[in-house]
């Protein structure tokens, strides 16, 4: 079985341009999230997607936004990318029950550079 | 919001020796999960522990949750150097449609 596939593996951008990442869940699997691991730190939740609707969100400025497709799939738009957005993009999936005691599956992660 | 204490930031060990990382919330939890990230790759579930003073065992790994349901332990025996890498405990967000929200890890080094 497949796990979570995350697409680009690195990306290099400069300042001011937009992102976009792209993540496949595991088949089954409803539930999308996002996370940001800036170098050498802890996992940052951004966004949280089930059943193509955003779920909840994390402390991130509006710019960061993404989207579910009916397939499940889901796409992390950053646009206006600034320096401080460098960092290992995670996208996880699971089987959405919505009562936080979902385990997470997670891809291997798209490296973002903001030259 | 939500947030998890995760201590200590970084532990160095000769191999053999034991390791203990310790997650501590405010609040009290439904649920506390413990996942494993090696260096450059990504996290990996280990276990999810639900009831007071629960302790489960996985080989060399026990993973206990305080008889409150704020605090828990992952401790290593005899570590080795496939242990190498940063152990995150993960607890659900306040609020509706609970977010998995991490501790900022800690990083074993196993120095043979």
């Known amino acids: 079985e497949a796990g979570v596939t995350q697409s680009p593996t690195h990306l290099i951008k400069t300042r001011g341009q937009q992102a976009t990442l792209r993540c496949s869940p595991i088949?089954?699997?409803?539930?999308v999230y996002w996370y940001q691991q800036a170098l050498g730190l802890g996992l940052q939740f951004l966004l949280w997607y089930d059943e193509g609707e955003e779920r909840n969100r994390g402390n991130f400025p509006p710019r960061f936004s993404g989207r579910q497709f009916p397939n499940y799939s889901s796409e992390l738009n950053v646009n206006a990318l600034e320096l401080e957005d460098s960092a290992l993009y995670l996208c996880a999936s699971s089987l959405a029950t919505g009562h936080g005691g979902e385990k997470l599956f997670f891809g291997s992660g798209t490296q973002l550079s903001v030259l | 919001g939500q947030q998890v204490m995760q201590i200590p930031q970084y532990q160095h060990v000769q191999e053999g020796e034991d390791f203990t990382t310790y997650c501590n919330s405010s609040t009290t939890l439904s649920n506390i999960q413990w996942y494993k990230q090696r260096p450059g790759g990504h996290p990996v579930f280990l276990i999810q522990l639900v009831k007071s003073g629960e302790v489960k065992k996985q080989k060399r790994l026990t993973f206990q949750f305080g008889e409150a349901k704020k605090n828990s332990s992952l401790h290593i025996t005899a570590t080795q150097t496939t242990d190498v890498g940063t152990y995150f405990c993960?607890?659900?967000?306040?609020?509706?449609?609970?977010?998995?929200?991490f501790g900022a890890g800690t990083r074993l080094a196993v120095h043979p």
């Open positions: 088949s089954g699997h409803t539930s």
């Open positions: 993960a607890v659900p967000g306040a609020g509706g449609y609970n977010k998995l929200i």
